[in-house]
T-cell receptor, first 115, second 118 residues
Framework: AQSVTQPDIHITVSEGASLELRCNYS??????LFWYVQSPGQGLQLLLK??????LVQGIKGFEAEFKRSQSSFNLRKPSVHWSDAAEYFC?????????????FGQGTILTVHP | GAVVSQHPSRVICKSGTSVKIECRSLDFQATTMFWYRQFPKQSLMLMATSNEGSKATYEQGVEKDKFLINHASLTLSTLTVTSAHPEDSSFYIC??????????????FGPGTRLTVL
């Protein structure tokens, strides 16, 4: 069965430091991968997505993610974190076949930013 | 572009009453909308897929008679929690596939509705 794993439940970084949030997936076919961000009590905002082509994708707010097929990973990165980046981040994979259109989400990673 | 709204944003109701939550795509037509449920400090769990003009498809374990979904138009889907009980308290989020002019493989999410059943 398809699955998405975010190994880190909670990450704390200092403002200005670099950030990497991990995401691993289990999926038989070529995955469509997404990163979403959720602020407290809010819906999800799309940060970036990978469908095909260049394995390094750029998103909004200075985020980027790299698809590594050999490692079944799609880690999210940002070179310098801002206090406003504190939120919960979800990695997701779009299912195909008869389940086309459905998203499977990871457990989420809560990011805390210290001043 | 690709804005999805939900109404209400927050609702408190008594046990046994029914609550309707609306999900609207404001600037695009959505033939498919999705309803998710999110418990505190947990991920989103897909409840059902709502297709315009047809019956919703429910995920395993979701009671279709309790969570009624109606997708009456290309811009509106509603979720009605019938005879709500405290265990139905949760954060409900909808999403929609955007159509022409947007990537059809990307879901855009509403801001969510916080349901509290007393």
């Amino acid at each position: 069965a398809q699955s998405v794993t975010q190994p880190d439940i909670h990450i704390t970084v200092s403002e200005g430091a670099s950030l990497e949030l991990r995401c691993n997936y289990s999926y038989g076919a070529t995955p469509y991968l997404f990163w979403y961000v959720q602020s407290p009590g809010q819906g999800l905002q799309l940060l970036l997505k990978y469908f095909s082509g260049d394995t390094l994708v750029q998103g909004i707010k200075g985020f980027e993610a790299e698809f590594k097929r050999s490692q079944s990973s799609f880690n999210l990165r940002k070179p310098s974190v801002h206090w406003s980046d504190a939120a919960e981040y979800f990695c997701a994979v779009l299912l195909g076949g008869t389940s086309y259109g459905k998203l499977t989400f990871g457990q989420g990673t809560i990011l805390t930013v210290h001043p | 572009g690709a804005v999805v709204s939900q109404h209400p944003s927050r609702v408190i109701c008594k046990s046994g009453t029914s609550v309707k939550i609306e999900c609207r795509s404001l600037d695009f037509q959505a033939t498919t909308m999705f309803w998710y449920r999110q418990f505190p400090k947990q991920s989103l769990m897909l409840m059902a897929t709502s297709n315009e003009g047809s019956k919703a498809t429910y995920e395993q374990g979701v009671e279709k008679d309790k969570f009624l979904i109606n997708h009456a138009s290309l811009t509106l889907s509603t979720l009605t929690v019938t005879s709500a009980h405290p265990e139905d308290s949760s954060f409900y989020i909808c999403s929609a596939h955007a159509g022409t002019g947007y990537s059809t493989d990307t879901q855009y999410f509403g801001p969510g509705t916080r349901l509290t059943v007393l």
